[in-house]
């Protein structure tokens, strides 16, 4: 679950050019040119195979760090946040994304967050900036409906489960393309942006 979205391509846009940005759970994926990707699993566009909960970076490198739908998927994700605040610079920020209202979507899947709750761990270890949802209440139908449907009709073909499900892929467009800075009850995924700030050097 990685989401090349516009509202992260605005946070990256945000972050000069020759910046050091660490994208924590890359995946394969390449954000941007100069960014280091790290992940405990290797790909081709992995730069660094490394476990979040022990980074292998002295203090204070990065001026920003993506962490996108990574959280859930580690045990300790307060571990996680202090090693990143760890290696951020002071003034430096974070994007971090996670999911609320999502199916299980990995082995290691473990935790979820209203954004409330984001905004509350974040706040242990960064200055909270602008946090919202980004999938709001549609998208989070959409896929409460998908996984009904795949687990329904889980003795059937795959790919006739498939084309069931992805009948309703529509509907996550009435969400519209705006930011929920205070989401309804219920959504698929929200962000929080932190700022580390100068009295943590």
């Given at each position: 679950?990685?989401?090349?979205?516009?509202?992260?391509?605005?946070?990256?846009?945000?972050?000069?050019?020759?910046?050091r940005v660490l994208d924590l759970g890359s995946g394969e994926r390449r954000l941007r040119k100069g960014i280091v990707n790290l992940d405990i699993m290797a790909a081709p566009s992995v730069d660094i195979i490394a476990d979040g909960h022990e980074l292998p970076f002295p203090d204070c490198v990065f001026d920003a760090?993506?962490?996108?739908?990574?959280?859930?998927?580690?045990?300790?994700?307060?571990?996680?946040?202090?090693?990143?605040?760890?290696?951020?610079?002071?003034?430096?920020?974070?994007?971090?994304?996670?999911?609320?209202?999502?199916?299980?979507?990995?082995?290691?899947?473990?935790?979820?967050?209203?954004?409330?709750?984001?905004?509350?761990?974040?706040?242990?270890?960064?200055?909270?900036?602008?946090?919202?949802?980004?999938?709001?209440?549609?998208?989070?139908?959409?896929?409460?409906?998908?996984?009904?449907?795949?687990?329904?009709?889980?003795?059937?073909?795959?790919?006739?489960?498939?084309?069931?499900?992805?009948?309703?892929?529509?509907?996550?467009?009435?969400?519209?393309?705006?930011?929920?800075?205070?989401?309804?009850?219920?959504?698929?995924?929200?962000?929080?942006?932190?700022?580390?700030?100068?009295?943590?050097?």
């Amino acid at each position: 679950m990685t989401n090349d979205h516009r509202y992260l391509q605005e946070f990256l846009a945000g972050v000069p050019d020759g910046a050091r940005v660490l994208d924590l759970g890359s995946g394969e994926r390449r954000l941007r040119k100069g960014i280091v990707n790290l992940d405990i699993m290797a790909a081709p566009s992995v730069d660094i195979i490394a476990d979040g909960h022990e980074l292998p970076f002295p203090d204070c490198v990065f001026d920003a760090v993506i962490l996108q739908s990574v959280m859930e998927h580690v045990l300790e994700p307060e571990t996680l946040l202090a090693e990143c605040c760890r290696v951020i610079k002071p003034g430096g920020q974070i994007w971090v994304e996670v999911p609320f209202y999502y199916p299980i979507h990995d082995t290691a899947d473990y935790y979820r967050w209203t954004l409330s709750g984001l905004r509350y761990v974040v706040s242990k270890y960064f200055e909270v900036g602008r946090s919202g949802a980004v999938m709001g209440p549609s998208s989070a139908f959409n896929l409460g409906w998908r996984a009904f449907l795949n687990w329904k009709l889980r003795r059937l073909h795959w790919g006739f489960r498939n084309t069931v499900s992805w009948m309703t892929a529509w509907l996550k467009s009435l969400d519209g393309d705006e930011v929920l800075p205070e989401p309804p009850s219920i959504y698929a995924l929200s962000f929080v942006v932190g700022t580390k700030s100068a009295s943590q050097g």
